[in-house]
């Protein structure tokens, strides 16, 4: 980030100073327009880049500060300078309450998202043309006298777009390093995920919308003393969104330079179109580069040069010195060998459900179901296919709400509550099928929990720890990988990294030994131990009994959504209904609990 920030500053410096060498206005002029696309650009990827939120509005925002400045200077006789202010706060209240309303359905996502701020810019146009505000005819400026800046009006405008292009690309540098970034990229990627990692999602949308508005609503300040007449007819058009988005999306999205590379490329080339009086043809143009960039290009520029000529670091070199594996053998964490005693009837009670009801459009997934999770234990919750049991985890870990029940855990009450804050109690769970974030390296993945989960660290603290789990699922050498570029043993290791990562004290394991061969479940299982060895709480969800009879402590049989059986492992197994209802055949129930253990001791 430092180089980041270093760089900016010696190219502002160098700005700085573009007006004294003589340059004719003209110039500036053009400096003034790449500025203030560069400043729009930026500004629209902190939430539709970064987030993913596409939103078609930017139009709404940018119109909102034009006319607050141009009602505030020329009705009002406020001083222009003390208008942007105004036109940010203005611009940021109207996106924030937009946001508030539509970020709270989940259904508003993807198209539904930009259909709906879209819209809102139609609703502002009407309001604004049939209000006194604007009334028809559109407000004029030529009376408001532009600040002293600069010792002419063009070096003036030049300065206050390089301002608000300065302001809004290192905000958007430091929003691309911090916690901050990293939770927005994650909602791109898969925000349910992220929620439940304990990203705060909502409120991480709204704050990068409204930041996004206001930014946006600062440029429309200044644009509207620099073209001195300010009409909804120019302004609230789709054509302002498309732009910004054709520029954010040509320099690439998922980066904080890329709006900055598509505004000046875009900026000059419409404006070469223009001086040669071909501004339709521009447009042909800026029509066909959005084209050819979604099909060919889509990291952008940015993203394109960044993949192909920025090697990846060597993973061997960057992993720091004091990880696990440097620690190895009574490090941070103890050897399997010998376990700890499994915890008795009367230890205390980490997880309680009590009544839970889970529907889905008339299927009863889970129906009154009562279940209690110890400290220190692991319980395996077994049963048929569609029983529950990877409900039970979803609604245990907030990715889905409640239908009814309550449900606690170390004594607070959890049902209810946003997943990120149950994230953020202490506990963590795996996806049966993993969810890996597509975009970031397996490093990144890991770091974000640890980042929002229990610990809630800072960046490279997180960073640092991610490397231990790394190292302890044997993942360290593909730290900067893919998830795509992982085979599904490496991937279901990511998911079990990413959960330890969060430090959680209850860890949902759900379905992790499902598709690996019998070495890999063996290495599965003897990490299970290592990870109740340091004193988690496990609860189990497997299908490979030979690791459940090995592993489990105690286990709860589901059946339709309903608890068929609980107890001690050979006890459960050895029931007949468990045997009719889960194994399907009476000599399977022996059979089980028989099957040699992976080499680790049994708790049964
Ligand atoms: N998102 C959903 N929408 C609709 N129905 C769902 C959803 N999730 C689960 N169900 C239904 O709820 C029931 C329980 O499913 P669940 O996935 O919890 O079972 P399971 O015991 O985990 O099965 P498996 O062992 O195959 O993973 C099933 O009938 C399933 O079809």
């Given at each position: 980030?430092?180089?980041?920030?270093?760089?900016?500053?010696?190219?502002?410096?160098?700005?700085?100073?573009?007006?004294?060498?003589?340059?004719?206005?003209?110039?500036?002029?053009?400096?003034?327009?790449?500025?203030?696309?560069?400043?729009?650009?930026?500004?629209?990827?902190?939430?539709?880049?970064?987030?993913?939120?596409?939103?078609?509005g930017?139009g709404a925002f940018f119109g909102i500060g034009m006319y607050t400045t141009a009602v505030l200077s020329s009705g009002f006789?406020i001083?222009?300078?003390?208008t942007?202010?105004a036109a940010?706060a203005m611009a940021?209240l109207f996106?924030?309450v937009l946001?508030?309303?539509?970020?709270?359905?989940?259904?508003?996502?993807?198209?539904?998202?930009?259909?709906?701020?879209?819209a809102a810019t139609f609703v502002v146009a009407t309001i604004v043309l049939n209000t006194p505000i604007d009334g028809g005819p559109g407000v004029y400026l030529?009376?408001?006298?532009?600040?002293?800046?600069?010792?002419?009006?063009?070096?003036?405008?030049?300065?206050?777009?390089?301002?608000?292009?300065?302001?809004?690309?290192?905000?958007?540098?430091?929003?691309?390093?911090?916690?901050?970034?990293?939770?927005?990229?994650?909602?791109?990627?898969?925000?349910?995920?992220?929620?439940?990692?304990?990203?705060?999602?909502?409120?991480?949308?709204?704050?990068?919308?409204?930041?996004?508005?206001?930014?946006?609503g600062?440029?429309g300040g200044?644009?509207a003393?620099?073209?001195?007449y300010v009409t909804t007819g120019d302004i609230f058009t789709?054509?302002?969104?498309?732009?910004?988005?054709?520029?954010?999306?040509?320099?690439?999205?998922?980066?904080?330079?890329?709006?900055?590379?598509?505004?000046?490329?875009?900026?000059?080339?419409?404006?070469?179109?223009?001086?040669?009086?071909?501004?339709?043809?521009?447009?042909?143009?800026?029509?066909?580069?959005?084209?050819?960039?979604?099909?060919?290009?889509?990291?952008?520029?940015?993203?394109?040069?960044?993949?192909?000529?920025?090697?990846?670091?060597?993973?061997?070199?960057?992993?720091?010195?004091?990880?696990?594996?440097?620690?190895?053998?009574?490090?941070?964490?103890?050897?399997?060998?010998?376990?700890?005693?499994?915890?008795?009837?009367?230890?205390?009670?980490?997880?309680?459900?009590?009544?839970?009801?889970?529907?889905?459009?008339?299927?009863?997934?889970?129906?009154?179901?009562?279940?209690?999770?110890?400290?220190?234990?692991?319980?395996?919750?077994?049963?048929?296919?569609?029983?529950?049991?990877?409900?039970?985890?979803?609604?245990?870990?907030?990715?889905?709400?409640?239908?009814?029940?309550?449900?606690?855990?170390?004594?607070?009450?959890?049902?209810?509550?946003?997943?990120?804050?149950?994230?953020?109690?202490?506990?963590?769970?795996?996806?049966?099928?993993?969810?890996?974030?597509?975009?970031?390296?397996?490093?990144?993945?890991?770091?974000?929990?640890?980042?929002?989960?229990?610990?809630?660290?800072?960046?490279?603290?997180?960073?640092?720890?991610?490397?231990?789990?790394?190292?302890?699922?044997?993942?360290?050498?593909?730290?900067?990988?893919?998830?795509?570029?992982?085979?599904?043993?490496?991937?279901?290791?990511?998911?079990?990294?990413?959960?330890?990562?969060?430090?959680?004290?209850?860890?949902?394991?759900?379905?992790?030994?499902?598709?690996?061969?019998?070495?890999?479940?063996?290495?599965?299982?003897?990490?299970?131990?290592?990870?109740?060895?340091?004193?988690?709480?496990?609860?189990?969800?497997?299908?490979?009994?030979?690791?459940?009879?090995?592993?489990?402590?105690?286990?709860?049989?589901?059946?339709?959504?309903?608890?068929?059986?609980?107890?001690?492992?050979?006890?459960?197994?050895?029931?007949?209904?468990?045997?009719?209802?889960?194994?399907?055949?009476?000599?399977?129930?022996?059979?089980?609990?028989?099957?040699?253990?992976?080499?680790?001791?049994?708790?049964?």
């Amino acid at each position: 980030m430092k180089k980041s920030l270093l760089l900016v500053a010696i190219a502002a410096m160098g700005l700085v100073l573009v007006p004294y060498v003589g340059l004719p206005a003209f110039y500036l002029s053009v400096l003034y327009l790449i500025f203030h696309w560069i400043a729009l650009s930026t500004s629209w990827n902190l939430l539709s880049g970064y987030s993913g939120y596409f939103s078609f509005g930017h139009g709404a925002f940018f119109g909102i500060g034009m006319y607050t400045t141009a009602v505030l200077s020329s009705g009002f006789d406020i001083p222009f300078l003390w208008t942007l202010p105004a036109a940010a706060a203005m611009a940021a209240l109207f996106g924030a309450v937009l946001g508030v309303v539509s970020f709270r359905v989940k259904a508003v996502r993807g198209e539904l998202f930009a259909l709906l701020t879209l819209a809102a810019t139609f609703v502002v146009a009407t309001i604004v043309l049939n209000t006194p505000i604007d009334g028809g005819p559109g407000v004029y400026l030529s009376a408001v006298p532009v600040p002293e800046i600069g010792p002419s009006a063009s070096t003036t405008f030049y300065y206050l777009a390089l301002a608000a292009a300065l302001l809004t690309v290192v905000i958007a540098l430091l929003i691309y390093y911090a916690r901050f970034g990293t939770g927005l990229f994650a909602i791109h990627d898969d925000e349910d995920v992220a929620e439940v990692l304990g990203v705060p999602t909502f409120r991480y949308k709204v704050v990068a919308f409204a930041l996004s508005c206001a930014l946006a609503g600062v440029v429309g300040g200044i644009h509207a003393l620099f073209v001195s007449y300010v009409t909804t007819g120019d302004i609230f058009t789709v054509l302002l969104p498309l732009t910004v988005i054709l520029m954010s999306v040509l320099g690439g999205t998922r980066h904080w330079a890329g709006p900055t590379v598509g505004a000046t490329v875009i900026t000059i080339l419409l404006y070469s179109f223009t001086a040669g009086d071909s501004a339709v043809l521009g447009k042909v143009a800026m029509g066909v580069i959005l084209i050819c960039v979604i099909l060919f290009m889509p990291d952008g520029i940015l993203g394109g040069i960044l993949k192909k000529f920025v090697r990846k670091p060597d993973a061997a070199r960057a992993r720091p010195k004091d990880t696990l594996a440097a620690d190895s053998n009574g490090g941070v964490l103890p050897e399997p060998a010998g376990g700890r005693p499994a915890p008795g009837a009367d230890s205390e009670i980490l997880l309680s459900a009590r009544g839970i009801c889970k529907s889905f459009q008339g299927v009863k997934a889970l129906n009154d179901v009562d279940l209690d999770v110890r400290r220190g234990e692991i319980l395996g919750l077994l049963g048929p296919n569609g029983s529950g049991k990877s409900t039970f985890i979803n609604v245990a870990s907030g990715h889905f709400p409640l239908t009814a029940g309550t449900m606690t855990f170390e004594g607070r009450r959890i049902s209810g509550i946003g997943a990120h804050r149950i994230a953020g109690s202490g506990i963590s769970r795996t996806y049966q099928i993993p969810r890996p974030f597509a975009h970031l390296t397996v490093l990144e993945n890991v770091a974000l929990p640890a980042m929002f989960g229990a610990r809630q660290q800072e960046r490279r603290r997180a960073e640092h720890d991610a490397w231990h789990w790394l190292e302890f699922t044997g993942l360290a050498d593909r730290a900067f990988a893919l998830p795509e570029d992982l085979n599904l043993h490496q991937r279901k290791f990511l998911e079990f990294a990413r959960a330890l990562a969060a430090h959680p004290q209850l860890l949902m394991l759900d379905e992790v030994l499902s598709g690996l061969t019998p070495s890999e479940i063996d290495e599965a299982v003897a990490l299970i131990q290592r990870i109740r060895a340091q004193g988690t709480t496990i609860l189990f969800v497997e299908h490979v009994m030979r690791a459940v009879m090995a592993l489990c402590d105690r286990i709860v049989v589901f059946n339709q959504g309903t608890v068929l059986a609980e107890g001690l492992p050979a006890e459960v197994m050895a029931r007949p209904d468990v045997v009719a209802t889960y194994l399907g055949k009476p000599a399977a129930a022996h059979a089980a609990p028989s099957v040699p253990p992976i080499g680790i001791r049994a708790h049964a």
